[in-house]
């Protein structure tokens, strides 16, 4: 009985102090621009966890279709908003956010079309996100990615940039 009692009253005074927002969605639909392989559609969604709320962490997953080229991405990133560091009540913010990614190219050059087949890539990618808080939850996005640099290539797109608007929902 006494580990049951202390067990729940750390867990009331931990969700006494637990910040709002900490965990989030987003999702995100846009254009891919900057490739070689020309312009394309930009979809992605991405889960995020907030250690104090100008600061966290980013898992995205996202798909992006340029001519016959489908675009499998799964990135991890650091996201730090600099609005919220000097104002934590502000209703405008900026992110800018840094990682990598895995990327696979599914396309008919390697006659594939499946996830996780094809041209497999590592990429380093870098962005900036400003948002307006329309809610206590509920945030619209604009985010430009950019990945400069992409490794173990076999097709002809080496970097890329997308583009999207969204929304994002904190818990």
Excluded: W
């Amino acid at each position: 009985m006494k580990k049951t009692l202390l067990i729940l009253s750390i867990c009331a005074s931990t969700l006494g102090f637990a910040q709002k927002n900490k965990f989030g969605i987003q999702f995100n639909a846009g254009a891919h621009l900057l490739g070689e392989a020309g312009n394309g559609l930009s979809l992605n969604t991405t889960l995020t966890y907030n250690f104090v709320p100008s600061f966290g962490l980013k898992l995205d997953g996202g798909l992006d279709i340029i001519g016959e080229n489908n675009l499998n991405r799964l990135g991890l990133q650091l996201n730090l908003n600099v609005v919220k560091i000097a104002n934590k009540e502000a209703k405008f913010g900026l992110e800018v956010h840094g990682g990598a990614a895995l990327l696979n190219n599914g396309n008919y050059t390697y006659n594939d079309t499946y996830l996780l087949r094809g041209d497999d890539m590592v990429a380093i990618m870098a962005g900036i996100t400003p948002s307006f808080q329309v809610s206590e939850h509920l945030r619209i996005l604009v985010d430009a990615t950019y990945m400069p640099k992409i490794f173990k290539i076999d097709g002809v797109i080496t970097k890329y940039l997308n583009t999207t608007v969204g929304v994002a929902y904190g818990f």
